[in-house]
């Protein structure tokens, strides 16, 4: 069975780090697509960034370009979402997702599999 699973949110100062891990089961995370996302309350789920599954290229929202990072580590089949400097607005449930139908992962559209979401807070 196809799951991805999030972990690692929590509460954190304005300025501090989170690290964010998906781990994927049912399928091998290397040959696909993967994106993180986040939903601010009151607001629409937004791409943050991602990893195509086409040349491996990363995509990086201009929010957090020179702040997340995101890497994988294929023996443990998992994505990480490495965050620094976080700020307030960077508050919200953040999800990975992957493509199992068609595309790349060029497009935030083309997402179609989802986690069941980690809470970041980022607040003093």
């Known amino acids: 069975q196809v799951q991805l699973v999030e972990s690692g949110g929590g509460l954190v100062q304005p300025g501090g780090s989170l690290r964010l891990s998906c781990a994927a089961y049912?399928?091998?995370?290397?040959?696909?697509?993967i994106g993180w996302f986040r939903q601010a309350p009151g607001k629409e789920r937004e791409g943050v960034l991602s990893?195509?599954?086409?040349?491996?290229?990363?995509h990086y929202a201009d929010s957090v370009k020179g702040r997340f990072t995101i890497s994988r580590d294929v023996f443990k089949n998992t994505v990480y979402l490495q965050m620094n400097s976080l700020k307030p607005e960077d508050t919200g449930v953040y999800y990975c997702?992957?493509?199992?139908?068609?595309?790349?992962?060029?497009?935030?559209?083309?997402?179609?599999?989802w986690g069941q979401g980690t809470q970041v807070t980022v607040s003093s």
């Open positions: 997702a992957t493509v199992l139908g068609d595309g790349d992962g060029s497009r935030w559209s083309e997402y179609d599999y």
């Open positions: 049912g399928f091998t995370l290397d040959y696909y697509a």
């Open positions: 990893i195509k599954s086409s040349d491996g290229s990363t």
